[in-house]
């Protein structure tokens, strides 16, 4: 063993993690120092797959839900949507419920009690950025229009920054009940399976997801410009409509590459972070890597992110918006 460190069991060196519960189970024995590392970022990890299975248990069972469902064939095919007299618009096509804001203050207590003297980053109580120290990027419902109207669709998000760096996040699929996640240096997960992103070099054989820009509806004739430019060129492009979910499909190979002209730091921090330990490449549409950012994103494997970025690139140019980097990237 190098450095003559001594063997740590994995349920050890994961501060007691449950590979088959949680969502990353390292597969090779580390150096002192490494493992001190990997225990802290693992630690990080532990604590966000805790507030994630709360507040998304919380999202399957609230009175805004219909009740509890008991099999997730079911909950698919016939869950309530919340009445449209509760939802609160916070601008164009930008809804909220209270179930956003519960789940985001249940995450809140539990990710600042567990980890005292850090801060959040959260789309509905604190969306401003923070730049030093220990900060939780929190989405606590990515997806809230596929809620409202009770498309099975949609997550709760959460990563973990130590000075602008990503080191830990999963992204937790409500309906599905699959957590995924990862930490910078060891790997993405689902349970004891390691992510890896797809093998598919040829964008003629590729399936991208994409996200409209359906909050700046002025940017929607450049956004076309490029659907146009990358549609008949590939097998086919998705839009579900809740990005840490197109980013844990690039992860898990299931897309090939994933566009959208601009997201706030919140959607995407935990799946940037997914795609890079699945062996993926996440930037701006300029080609930098992703901090902790409102901004464009590309993400595929290596080869469909070139190409995938190359498509893009003449409208990039044309929207200086679209690159804007608030944080500095790891």
Known sequence: IADGAEPIADMELAGRLNPRKD????????????ARKMSSSLDLLHLAAQAAEGAGGYLRTSGNLG??????????????????????????NDWVT???????AMIAELLLGGAPGSRLVGEESSPELVREGLVWIVDPLDGTTNFL????QYAVSIAAAVDGVL????????????????????????????LHVSEITDPARALL???????????????????????????G??????????????????????WELMLAPWDIAAGVLLVREAGGMATDLAGHDL????????????????????????ERRACPACTERLLPAP
Not at 98 to 104: F, P
Not at 177 to 192: I, K, N
Request: aromatic share 6%; with cysteine.
């Open 237 to 258: 492009v998705r839009r579900a409509g809740a990005a840490a979910l197109d980013l844990v499909d690039v992860a898990a190979g299931r897309f090939d590459g994933f």
């Open 209 to 235: 997801g994409t996200g409209f820009p359906f909050k700046h509806l002025d940017q929607m004739d450049r956004y076309l410009a490029q659907l146009r430019r990358v549609l008949p060129a590939t097998s």
């Open 98 to 104: 209270e179930a956003d804001r519960t789940a985001e």
């Open 291 to 314: 901090g902790v950012a409102h901004s464009g994103v590309v993400a595929g494997n290596p080869d469909i992110h070139r190409w995938l970025l190359e498509m893009v690139t003449d």
């Open 167 to 194: 080191e830990a996040g999963v992204v937790l699929d409500v309906i599905r009940e699959c957590l995924y996640g990862a930490v910078r240096g060891g790997g993405a997960w689902l349970g004891d399976t390691r």
């Open 67 to 92: 009740g509890s469902i008991p099999a997730v064939g079911r909950r698919l095919a016939s869950r309530p949507a919340p009445p449209p007299e509760i939802w609160i618009s916070k601008g164009h």
């Open 149 to 152: 109207h009770g498309y099975p």
């Open 23 to 34: 969502p990353v189970h390292p597969g090779k024995v580390a150096t002192s120092p490494m």
